[in-house]
């Protein structure tokens, strides 16, 4: 008795620290959770022992014997240290689709560890495996006086058949095993996964069949650059309020053109994955509408190719992550850069230093032509870990202050772009239209990132319009200014070139005008917009929930967490989406913003059984 009270003392400890860790969450547990949580101890605690009976086997061969024990003590401090971890950051466990990122994003996500791992978590680390080892060694060596022979095939068969259970039921209850077995689980059912999943779907995007559009005799006499940022939230400039001097290159810039700039108030993104959000940027088609149209609606460029116009598509990312290079090959753009063109170093994990890529667009700029230019420009200074360069670290602490330093340098860099255009003579021809993919949490609701988070810091982003005086006259400026208080989004961009070129009476392109649910920026937007986001489709594999945002409310179905949650802000007075209110449904406005998810059967997947009776 008292040899098995020994060998189940680690995992015993290790439980214990769980249930004190999940405590909370414990409590809300349904009665299906609590027997999955359960079932994970044992498993956890048979694997384990099946461990150390193993290595009792072998502790004749040592070599072989601290080769393993080195192996499953990695193990064990990874998997633990490294989901409690991930836990503290994002407020729930990883689970399936976390881990998918490294399989299908291997080179990036180990840049991104590479970025995120310093030397004292790589100590703590260490000493914490080499503890384990030594522990175990000792216990292992000790003489138990237990028959494992007889027992290692007995618990082996039964640890199987658990574990067999735990993983097939892995996607509904992954959030109520232990942090060990819910490693294992996920790994095994990829494996399992694996030859369905070289089907595409789901894995990123795939190949476009773009609309064609005839050239017409139509000439436009000004240039368009459109700037896509990435997780920039509109929380961290200066433009929207912030105290912190983050921005000043814009903020000068927006003072010295303050006729001819728009700063909108209430822009929200449609998706809080890039892997969704810049398509809708370039497309104008949003998560919830049908991949038939996703792929094959026009992206921006085609619409100035009709009129002439040289178009670039300049990127700092890595086009192969998440299939993007897929996404684009079928485009007959002018002239694409992005990471794998450039020769340039990785930045980070998504791709280059933004300063290669504006010094880039410079020098198109500054190409002498007599077509008038048509650019997208796509950054990613500030994406986790927010490198940047010594001479910009203007704040230092917290997360906050890295983000911080890295608007401050993508400022800098934007100021460059400024720059080229006025001593170039075209920035009194030139609209720019600046916007981002989503926003970021830095630890607002115990969330780091923004692919897991549908609060109001991941899908508040910013959205600027330049727009010089004397272009497009045919454009009214007093709806751009009504529109600056109306609920805005990043797919309101497609339709709103659209009329900034003059293209509405085009006979194709009016038709393709169906298809949008944004709006133009040029044409008053309705006061009870109602805006919807989403990072799971077909296209997608999110476990995230949704989202929807109606004048003030703002309606959240959390899916990522156990059990699933609703939640309702006022996201105008309760900026920091602190007071969770009550979600009455037979309340009008309540009834009427639900509604709003029924034109998109898809949304139906990712609501609540009691909204769909």
């Not at 099946?50 to 998997?79: E, G, H, M, Q």
């Not at 044409?523 to 296209?539: E, G």
């Amino acid at each position: 008795m008292k040899n098995s009270v020994l060998v189940l003392l680690f995992p015993s400890l290790f439980v214990l620290i769980d249930m004190l860790i999940r405590f909370s969450l414990i409590q809300m547990y349904s009665h299906w959770q609590l027997f999955f949580y359960f079932l994970s101890i044992i498993c956890s605690s048979l694997f384990f022992v099946l461990v150390v009976l193993a290595l009792k086997v072998l502790k004749t061969r040592i070599f072989l014997f601290n080769f393993i024990l080195a192996i499953f003590s990695t193990y064990l401090v990874v998997t633990i240290l490294g989901s409690y971890t991930f836990f503290y950051f994002n407020g729930f466990f990883p689970n399936y689709y976390t881990y998918e990122y490294f399989k299908n994003e291997p080179l990036s996500a180990m840049v991104l560890v590479k970025d995120s791992i310093h030397f004292l978590d790589l100590f703590i680390l260490l000493s914490a495996i080499s503890c384990v080892f030594i522990i175990l060694r000792k216990l292992c060596l000790r003489d138990l006086n237990l028959n494992y022979k007889r027992w290692i095939f007995s618990v082996l068969a039964l640890y199987l058949g658990i574990f067999s259970i735990l993983v097939f039921q892995l996607k509904k209850y992954d959030q109520c095993l232990l942090v060990d077995t819910n490693f294992a689980a996920a790994v095994s059912r990829h494996i399992i996964d694996w030859e369905k999943e070289l089907k595409f779907t789901g894995k990123g995007l795939d190949e476009r069949n773009p609309f064609l559009l005839k050239k017409t005799n139509g000439k436009r006499n000004f240039n368009v650059l459109v700037v896509v940022f990435e997780s920039l939230r509109k929380q961290n400039l200066e433009a929207y309020g912030y105290k912190r001097k983050t921005t000043p290159n814009f903020t000068q810039f927006s003072k010295d053109h303050s006729s001819e700039f728009f700063v909108f108030k209430h822009p929200y993104t449609v998706s809080s994955t890039t892997m969704l959000a810049v398509p809708a940027v370039l497309t104008g088609i949003a998560p919830y509408q049908n991949p038939k149209i996703f792929y094959s609606q026009p992206i921006l460029w085609d619409f100035a190719k009709i009129l002439n116009y040289r178009n670039f598509f300049v990127s700092s990312h890595s086009l192969e992550w998440y299939r993007f290079d897929r996404f684009y090959k079928n485009e007959k753009v002018d002239h694409l850069w992005c990471k794998e063109t450039s020769g340039k170093p990785f930045f980070n994990d998504l791709g280059v230093d933004d300063k290669h890529t504006i010094e880039h667009v410079n020098r198109l700029i500054r190409k002498k032509s007599a077509k008038p230019f048509f650019g997208i420009v796509q950054l990613n200074t500030t994406h986790y870990p927010y490198n940047v360069p010594k001479e910009f670290v203007k704040w230092s602490g917290a997360f906050q202050d890295e983000y911080d330093n890295a608007i401050l340098y993508q400022d800098y860099v934007i100021g460059k772009l400024f720059s080229q255009l006025k001593k170039s003579g075209k920035l009194e021809n030139t609209v720019i239209i600046f916007t981002s993919d989503h926003g970021e949490s830095l630890k607002d609701h115990n969330n780091i990132g923004h692919v897991d988070s549908y609060y109001a810091e991941t899908i508040s982003i910013p959205l600027m319009l330049y727009l010089p005086d004397g272009i497009a006259a045919h454009l009214k400026r007093k709806v751009l200014r009504e529109n600056s208080s109306k609920t805005t989004s990043n797919i309101d961009i497609a339709p709103t070139v659209i009329s900034l070129l003059g293209l509405k009476g085009n006979k194709e392109v009016g038709a393709l005008l169906k298809n949008y649910s944004g709006y133009s920026l040029f044409s008053k937007i309705p006061k009870n917009r109602a805006l919807i986001i989403m990072n799971n489709n077909k296209i997608a594999r999110f476990k995230v929930g949704i989202s929807i945002v109606r004048d003030n409310l703002h309606y959240i179905h959390r899916t990522n967490i156990v059990p699933n949650r609703e939640e309702m802000y006022d996201i105008k007075k309760d900026k920091k989406e602190e007071r969770i209110l009550h979600v009455n449904r037979k309340h009008r406005r309540i009834k009427n913003l639900m509604n709003c998810f029924n034109p998109y059967p898809v949304c139906s997947k990712y609501l609540p059984q009691a909204q769909l009776r």
